[in-house]
C-alpha cells in the first residue's frame, strides 16, 4: 500500500471509524432504556470492572478532555450511579466508587456490550474472532505506546 496512490477502501483509519461509529450507534441504541450514553456506559465500565478510581485514570479509557470527564462523572453522580469520596490520604483527591445502584446496574449494562460484540463478529467463526482482537490488541497497545 505504501508505493500505491491512496485508496479509500484499502485505508485502516477509514474502516476503523466506520466501525467505531457503527459502534456507538449499536450502543446507543442498547443502552437507551437505561439513559446512558455510550461515554457514561464507558465510565461506569471502567469502574466496575478495571477498578478505575479517579477522573485522571478515566482519561487513559475514555477519549475525551478532563472537562468533558468531569461534566460525564456529574451527571452518573446526579443520576445517583457514583459518588466522589474524599481520599483519607490526600485531600485533594477524590475517588470514584459506584453506589449501589450504580452496581446494580453495571451488572445489567456489560450484556449490551456482549450483544454488540456478538453481532460484530456474527460473520467471523471462533478463531476468526480471537485473531481479530489479538490484531485490535496490538494496534492498541501500538498506539498507546506512541502517545507516552
Known amino acids: 500500500m505504501e508505493n500505491k496512490e ?3 477502501p484499502e485505508s485502516y483509519g477509514y474502516h476503523f ?3 467505531f461509529v457503527n459502534i456507538k450507534r449499536m450502543m446507543e441504541i442498547k443502552l437507551k ?3 446512558l450514553t455510550h461515554l457514561q456506559f464507558s465510565i461506569l465500565i471502567n469502574i466496575y ?3 478505575v478510581t479517579t477522573q485522571k485514570e478515566m482519561l487513559k479509557y ?3 478532555d478532563e472537562a468533558s470527564i468531569t461534566r460525564l462523572i ?3 453522580e446526579s443520576k445517583g450511579y457514583l459518588n466522589r469520596v474524599q481520599s483519607t490520604e490526600d485531600k485533594r483527591k477524590k475517588s470514584l466508587v459506584l453506589t449501589k445502584s450504580g452496581i446494580t446496574l453495571s451488572k445489567e449494562i456489560i450484556g449490551c456490550a456482549r450483544e454488540v460484540n456478538k453481532e460484530l463478529t456474527k460473520d467471523l467463526n471462533e478463531d476468526e474472532a480471537k485473531v481479530l482482537l489479538k490484531l485490535l490488541q496490538k494496534v492498541h497497545i501500538s498506539i498507546s505506546e506512541n502517545e507516552a
Open 74 to 76: 456529574d451527571r452518573l
Open 49 to 51: 470492572k478495571n477498578n
Open 33 to 35: 432504556p437505561y439513559n
Open 17 to 19: 471509524n466506520i466501525i
Open 62 to 64: 475514555i477519549n475525551g
Open 6 to 8: 491512496f485508496n479509500l
